[in-house]
């Protein structure tokens, strides 16, 4: 059964850096498109960023030139370089196949606040 699990994570202060880390099982990132998606409180997830099986990658307009998708297929593991982060960005985020999800795995918090 395929396995997602998030990590890094963590409290920051607004401007920092943050890597968060997927790592896929029983899925392979290699040949599925990927998203990292995210949940703030009150409000539904969403896709931030993805990545499809050829390379080409997409961000949401709220952290297109801040956040980096990126993955490596060796250790079929997706991650998301996050920059100058902002207090929005505060939420659960999680990562997906984007086109046959499969079941979502526990997340990673993120709290941006000085």
């Known amino acids: 059964q395929a396995q997602l699990v998030e990590s890094g994570g963590g409290l920051v202060q607004p401007g920092g850096s943050l890597r968060l880390s997927c790592a896929a099982s029983?899925?392979?990132?290699?040949?599925?498109?990927m998203g990292w998606y995210r949940q703030a409180p009150g409000k539904e997830r969403e896709l931030v960023a993805g990545?499809?099986?050829?390379?080409?990658?997409l961000y949401a307009d709220t952290v297109k030139g801040r956040f980096t998708i990126s993955r490596d297929n060796a250790k079929n593991t997706v991650y998301l370089q996050m920059n100058s982060l902002k207090p929005e960005d505060t939420a659960w985020y999680y990562c997906?196949?984007?086109?046959?999800?499969?079941?979502w795995g526990q997340g990673t918090q993120v709290t941006v606040s000085s």
């Open positions: 997906n196949a984007v086109n046959r999800p499969a079941p």
């Open positions: 029983g899925i392979n990132a290699r040949y599925n498109d």
């Open positions: 990545i499809a099986s050829g390379g080409g990658k």
